[in-house]
């Protein structure tokens, strides 16, 4: 092995007849980083994406969603929570909401669509974004609610105004059937960081909700959060055993399966597309090898005559590739590495809240995936190597000299 990488080292760095061999080896090593460092940065743009738009969303929804298939509000709720609470060690919280679709009032004559969902805001282990509201405090008593910050604004509503909640629900009244509806104080306004959950959401506590939509001592389901968010599968599977059929246990990849199968989806397609950028780049190695076989048949006739066998040969020619993808493989990482790092300090790329939810693109460097991308480089580049030493090990030292 040292003798076959004192020559190979020789024919990549030294002699003036290399030149031109020499600079398809460098632009070998170019095109094999710039693949290299594209499929980095592609699939940190994509990893960094999914798992915000995951973080956003899971801040403010559950990882198990438990519900009463039979009737509308889960009744009997404290019993199931307490229930689930001990027979689950993965389980951090389980807080009982109500959630409803509501109409939203503001000044003058605007009107807005919202979700609107009751909580128990006393309990601890609420969403973070709910520790630090943009305005305001959380609501106190049951004729004060919370605003996400976009729907604020579209409304015209700060702290301390008065808003009108109408409910789809009918109630009978000296008018005939009408929906019900209740006047709220906005205690606060706070801003989870998703786009639509604050373009569309209203907040208020748990009892104030029950009493707007008329469900007495019930809630609509169970919001579960737990410890490992990809646990959620197989506690949910070992919940529906213990539940029953007669509640629904639902997860965080069931609520958003169209959204994150979409997004495995493009990631899959474009790692075997950029992939193709490292392969174009290894034709170099392959037409930059075979050039040296040609030019260096008399220096192989010249080492099979003396005695060195085909393997060496062919072990010399596949070393001078394997060089050549490992410098530019290395390459191409520091280069994908070093912009996900500055991409992300600087917040380089800016895009529209309101179309991608988060306001600039994070860069996630995921260790499988850059795992994948080094072995997929070094694989490929290896692999182009195999024609060209092969060829090399078959030069015949008769072939070799008799010009000479």
């Known amino acids: ?167 789809p629900q009918a109630a009978l009244s000296p008018m005939g059937i009408m929906p019900r509806f209740r006047r709220f104080r906005v205690a606060g306004i706070f801003r989870s960081g998703l786009y639509e959950f604050d373009n569309g959401t209203v907040i208020t506590g748990l009892g104030a909700a029950q009493k707007l939509f008329a469900l007495k001592d019930r809630v609509h389901y169970l919001q579960v959060n737990l410890r490992d968010i990809f646990a959620a599968d197989r506690v949910a599977e070992a919940m529906r055993r213990r539940l029953g059929a007669r509640y629904s246990v639902i997860t965080w990849k069931e609520l958003n399966q169209s959204l994150y199968s979409a997004l495995r989806l493009e990631k899959t397609v474009l790692f075997f597309t950029l992939t193709l950028i490292i392969v174009v780049a290894s034709l170099n190695i392959v037409a930059g090898l075979i050039l040296m076989v040609m030019q260096k048949i008399k220096d192989i006739g010249i080492l099979l005559s003396f005695g060195v066998s085909a393997a060496q040969v062919r072990r010399i020619f596949f070393l001078q590739g394997a060089v050549i993808g490992i410098l530019g493989t290395a390459l191409g990482a520091a280069l994908g590495l070093g912009f996900c790092h500055l991409a992300n300090r600087f917040e380089l790329i800016k895009v529209p809240a309101e179309i991608y939810q988060v306001g600039f693109v994070p860069f996630r460097v995921n260790g499988v995936d850059l795992a994948a991308v080094v072995f997929a480089s070094l694989l490929i580049s290896f692999g182009a190597t195999l024609i060209p030493s092969r060829k090399a090990a078959a030069v015949s030292v008769v072939d070799a000299v008799k010009y000479e």
């Open 1 to 167: 092995m040292k003798f076959a990488w004192f020559i190979a080292r020789r024919y990549l760095a030294k002699g003036r007849k290399n030149s031109f061999i020499s600079i398809i080896s460098a632009v070998s090593i170019l095109g094999i980083a710039i693949g290299v460092a594209a499929l980095i940065i592609a699939l940190a743009l994509i990893s960094g994406f999914q798992d915000d738009i995951r973080d956003r969303i899971l801040s403010s929804s559950a990882h198990l969603m438990v519900s009463d298939r039979f009737q509308e509000g889960f009744a009997g709720f404290r019993e199931r929570e307490s229930e689930i609470a001990r027979a689950f060690p993965e389980i951090k919280t389980v807080t009982p909401v109500v959630h409803g679709t509501v109409l939203v009032k503001g000044r003058g004559r605007d009107v807005a669509g919202a979700v609107l969902r009751g909580l128990d805001l006393e309990r601890p282990g609420r969403e973070k974004w709910l520790e630090d509201l943009d305005l305001g405090r959380l609501p106190q008593g049951d004729n004060e609610l919370l605003l996400g910050r976009e729907m604020a604004v579209r409304l015209g509503l700060f702290s301390g105004d008065s808003c009108l909640v109408v409910t």
